[in-house]
């Protein structure tokens, strides 16, 4: 039975990878760290079949630990300050989890076992100020916030364990990837939980920053399958994992609301709070290296990605006012 460290596991996508690894017939291994609100929300239902250990991203002595314990085949260091919002209030938290803490859990697995194969989430805010488009592994990166900044960092530490220790580290440039469990904060979700409560009669508005940026937008569940099989491959490499399609926030909202027959002009109010001091204005991924090596290909579009969500942000709703009732 192959054996996985997820670091996140608690998060969107840690969640997403762990039911995946788990129907391979995988041994997973999740990191969570020890805080005063532990969140399990969205690693409840499968909780019995992990293995939950204690560990930090700041503690380099608990990831060699943890690594030394439990010797697994593959980690996939998903765990981050993963908000793009939050990185320009915490910049220095951000670069001590997202940037050192890549180093810190490369080093424990050099120190350990280099043979173990390594998956690092990079992102697609990397390219922030974009020098093209689309955007290749081949890219210049330019990133436009703290946390773009640190993923960098996160990024090229790895190439340079691949190269200098020959480890089999891959990154994952991973384009924004949305689903229901994605966390409230984020655009999307704010969009699809905001025109749900408008169709309940929960509220009546709903503020957002910027509504011209453009992402490529795809399905978690399409993208932990990619991290997989970059970690299939005979030989470590970076990869663009991306739809190819580009959406503009006002797009999202048209979507969103129109899911529920509601006019999102009528509800939708721009507030300067919810722009960013340097925007990144147009992402939009090329990931024809992607399909051609890993056979990858998102099977879920964009206008379903969004009925996905506002359906599933409907279902939650609907449940909290009957429990109130």
Not at 118 to 143: D, I, L, W
Not at 214 to 240: I, N, S, T
Request: glycine share 6%; hydrophobic share 35%; net charge negative.
């Amino acid at each position: 039975m192959p054996k996985a460290l997820i670091t996140g596991i608690t998060g969107q996508d840690g969640s997403y990878l762990a039911e995946f690894l788990l129907k391979k017939g995988y041994e997973v291994i999740g990191l969570v760290r020890r805080t005063s609100t532990v969140n399990f929300e969205r690693i409840g239902h499968i909780q019995d079949d992990l293995t939950l250990v204690s560990g930090d991203m700041l503690d380099q002595t608990s990831l060699h630990n943890i690594i030394a314990d439990h010797r697994p085949d593959e980690v996939y260091n998903l765990a981050a300050q993963s908000f793009v919002g939050t990185s320009w209030e915490q910049p220095v938290f951000t670069g001590q989890v997202t940037a050192i803490g890549v180093t810190r859990i490369l080093d424990a697995i050099r120190m350990v076992d280099p043979s173990i194969r390594f998956y690092q989430a990079s992102s697609s805010e990397m390219f922030g100020k974009v020098r093209e488009v689309p955007q290749s592994e081949n890219t210049p990166f330019y990133p436009r916030s703290p946390y773009g900044v640190a993923k960098v960092y996160g990024h090229w530490i790895t190439v340079n364990y691949r190269e200098s220790y020959n480890m089999h580290a891959t990154s994952g440039i991973l384009f924004n990837h949305e689903s229901p469990r994605r966390g409230l904060e984020f655009v999307t979700r704010k969009i699809t939980d905001g025109a749900a409560r408008i169709k309940l009669e929960l509220t009546d508005k709903l503020a957002l920053g910027n509504l011209d940026a453009r992402r490529d937008w795809g399905y978690a569940k399409d993208y932990v399958r990619a991290m997989w099989l970059m970690l299939q491959q005979d030989e470590p490499d970076d990869y663009v994992v991306a739809t190819g399609e580009t959406h503009s926030v006002e797009e999202l909202c048209e979507a969103a609301f129109g899911t529920l027959n509601l006019d999102w002009h009528d509800y939708v109010v721009q507030d300067p709070r919810y722009m960013r001091p340097a925007e990144v204005d147009l992402l939009v991924g090329d990931p024809r290296k992607a399909q051609k090596k890993l056979g990858w290909e998102p099977e879920v579009t964009f206008k379903k990605l969004v009925e996905i969500m506002v359906e599933a942000d409907m279902e939650r709703l609907q449940k909290e006012i009957r429990n109130s009732e």
